[in-house]
């Protein structure tokens, strides 16, 4: 085997140990050491000199310790074997970790199993060469960052999977919100697994986890996805999931043939039940049951919308009078009460005189402008609201357009008046 007479290495800067390949050196061999390298000589297993940066003679000026052992005369150019290591100490921020199976945790949030899978990267430099290379290295030819990871994993993964838990079981949080505590979450596992790095020789620079989060076919993250934009649509219409379904239930009673009613009024009522709406739902599926047990032959109560005999003057539920309604053959045109001739119901204006349309709440009679009751049903008219000309029943305290205050005063006596009149009946004061 040839004598080395010039030794040194210029490899892959992800390669923490390299061990020259030859064992055959001379005195007065030429050692080059570059920048952030440290070499280390090595025989018989033990370390005897480490050379920095630059080029070295091995002679046994250089290497005292070397001569007692090899015992080579002075000035000689005789072969001896031992082993030289090159330490790459360079700073290497792009070590690469990640977990290899997915850690299953229960959300504590929504109380879901998912699966949570976490990476990222951390900077090291090797600090202490001779306990680098005795406790890591041993007889490998190379140590690169593969290796380094693969030394390191379970020390990684259990410091990693110990801290999510703790933050999803202490901290009370999602899957979904865990990448807001990430920043902290990395500042711990550095200081956690830093003591150990320091055991063999290594100095832990930085860690970063990069992300956590849950594989994207997993069903159980899927569902709580697809739960989360429903509720966030929901808030944005302004409704809830009860409700929802209750009008999808009202919808497919509007879409079946009334030979169905029973059937659809069952599900109805069930549904109420079951989702345990309150008061609110339970009155539209009550509603909604009155109006699908109506036959033809009822007249139906223009206030609750009970269904009663066709002969009846008054409602059964309510006690409104029937005389006005007609039943459920509502008309669906009325007079004019400025032209006289027949307009429908849904207009403003009279399509052949352009008055406005001025209707009864009770029966739908076009009034003038200025009546104080119907003239057809003596019901009361709606009057202006003071404040935003809007028409209000002149039952209402308060204008349901600009919340003011509908109630007329004397202006002398403070007392109620009513729509209409233009003396105070208290005190006869004249009202403007």
Known sequence: MAIIDVIKYDGSPDVFAWKFPNYELATWSQLIVNESQEAILFKGGQALDSFTAGRHTLSTANIPILNHIVNLPFGGDSPFTAEVWYVNKVHSLNVKWGTRTPLQLQDPKYQLFVKVRSFGQFGIQIEDARKFLGKLVGTLPVFNQDTLTEYFRGVLMMNIHQLISSYFVHRK?????????????????????????????????????????????????????????????MNIIGFTYQQERTFDTLGEVARNDSGVKSDLMGAGIGLGMGYGVGGAVGGVMTQMAGELRVDAHDKVCPKCNRGNQRDASFCTGCGTSLAVSGGTDKPVEVKC????????????????????????????????????????????????????????????????HCGEVTTLTCSGCNSEVKPGQKFCVECGNKLV
Not at 210 to 228: G, K, W
Not at 337 to 350: D, S
């Open 337 to 400: 009460q400025a032209c006289g001739e027949q307009m429908p119901r849904t207009t403003k204006f009279c399509p052949h005189c352009g008055d406005p349309y001025n209707p009864c709440p009770e029966c739908g009679a076009d009034n003038p402008p200025d009546q104080g009751a119907c003239i057809e049903c003596g019901q009361a008219m709606p009057v202006p609201c003071r404040h935003c000309g809007e028409s209000v029943s002149t039952k209402s305290k308060f204008c349901p």
């Open 173 to 233: 949080i999602s899957i979904l919100e865990i990448n807001a505590y990430i920043s902290d979450i990395s500042k711990h596992i550095q200081e956690l697994v830093a003591p150990v790095f320091e055991e063999y020789g290594i100095r832990l620079l930085n860690f970063y986890v990069d992300s956590v989060n849950t594989p994207e076919d997993d069903p159980a993250t899927q569902r709580l996805r697809e739960a989360l934009a429903k509720r966030a649509e």
